[in-house]
């Protein structure tokens, strides 16, 4: 079975526990007003790879990973290789499973119980502009964490749903050739910050909540 994406990365801090695997899925058929990851929305076959192959890929890396994040796009628009994913990380990570969806947690709760059943984190919901954004690891406020597992429940406070966001925000930031992505959730506003302060130096940019993330001297 394969499975489109978007990136992957090794190590990401801002997303979870400890130093974590991230995995980014390719293609959201939600389309949430103001999102700020629009370069995934396009499902793309061409950026489509066996999950076995992918395991392999991201085996040394799981081995000292604490554990894994999955985003997007909207990873459930792939369910069955979603679950395929979670059940191969399982066999070389011991760490929590988290993933970022963008559907509300009943339907993700009713409909795909089986991937549910086997991941730690699951932070759900649409991100709505409006909503306000107080809460940690959350986009807007609507947005909801779940722990499943005690693994998880070890790990992240039991308030964690209610949690607020920490004074100071991280963002990681990787620079890869021209191009400069950051894993993380951003202040509300910092996107048109960032282009109005490279535009201000003198680069020109376009950020991944217009469309392509591309920044050129
Ligand atoms: S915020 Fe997430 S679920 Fe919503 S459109 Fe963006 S990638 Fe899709």
Sequence with gaps: MKIALNKVHFPITTLGHGRRVGIWTQGCSIHCPGCISRDTWEPDDARAVEVGALIELLAPWLAEADGVTISGGEPFDQAPALGELVAGLRRHNAGDVLVFSGHPHQKLFAEHAAVTAQIDVLISEPFEAGAGQTL???????QRIFLLSDLARSRYPADMDQSP????????VVLEGDALWMAGIPHPGEMARLRQELARRGFGCQTSDQREPVVRA
């Design 136 to 142: 940690t690891l959350r986009g807007s406020d609507n």
């Design 165 to 172: 966001w920490p004074t100071k925000r991280r963002l990681d």
